[in-house]
């Protein structure tokens, strides 16, 4: 079985804190993404990355950087949390980006 | 041009009783059509996915439908059940896409 994880099912922190939300997987997949879900907006792409040390913008990337320095691992990065970057942090990975992707757990991002 | 629509945003269905969600789309160029299933807590995952060269695929309860003139999509769950409650995104992707193109997602309830 595919197993995607995050680092944290919950997460709490202040506004202008840096936040780290770390991705792991365990497939050898090439492609691995981040999105944001929020009520009523879906699942809306932030990064994703096709190979290591390559990221590429998503629709909604402001506010938010990436790095991918395995293959296994992607980390989403708040340099300074915003109230409205709350929200649910879902990480998914894919052999080849367009077809099936796997999605970790998700991580709720509290922002006070 | 990359929209997926998806509607209705939330469906209400008595048990045993037929629930559809339908998408649409405007690019000619995708070719796999997948549908995600997420339940409370978790991350989405696949549930079953179509491509246009067939305008119907089955899975135990689940079908979907596909009319390629009207560039829509639909997911039937027939003898809905509770256990089938949960949150549905239709998706869409295209040859040499890096990624898929969520909609918006539909909030389905099964009543007992």
């Known amino acids: 079985d595919v197993k995607v994880t995050q680092s944290s099912r919950y997460l709490v922190k202040r506004t202008g804190e840096k936040v780290f939300l770390e991705c792991v997987q365990d497939m050898d997949h090439e492609n691995m993404f981040w999105y944001r879900q929020d009520p009523g907006l879906g699942l809306r792409l932030i990064y994703f990355s096709y190979d290591v040390k390559m990221k590429e913008k998503g629709d909604i990337p402001e506010g938010y950087s990436v790095s991918r320095e395995k293959k296994e691992r992607f980390s989403l990065i708040l340099e300074s949390a915003s109230t409205n970057q709350t929200s649910m942090y879902l990480c998914?990975?894919?052999?080849?980006?367009?077809?099936?992707?796997?999605f970790g757990p998700g991580t709720r991002l509290l922002v006070l | 041009q990359q929209q997926v629509k998806q509607s209705p945003q939330s469906l209400i269905v008595q048990k045993g009783g037929i629930s559809i969600i339908n998408c649409a789309y405007e690019n000619t160029a995708f070719d796999y059509f997948p549908w995600y299933q997420q339940f409370p807590g978790k991350g989405p995952a696949l549930l079953i996915a179509i491509r246009p060269d067939v305008s119907e695929k089955k899975e135990g309860r689940f079908t979907i439908s596909f009319n390629k003139s009207a560039k829509q999509f639909s997911l039937h769950i027939m003898d809905s059940q509770p256990g089938d409650s949960a949150t549905y995104f239709c998706a869409a992707s295209g040859l040499g896409d890096d990624k898929i193109i969520f909609g918006k997602g539909t909030r389905l309830h099964i009543l007992p």
């Open positions: 998914a990975s894919s052999p080849t980006g367009r077809e099936t992707q796997y």
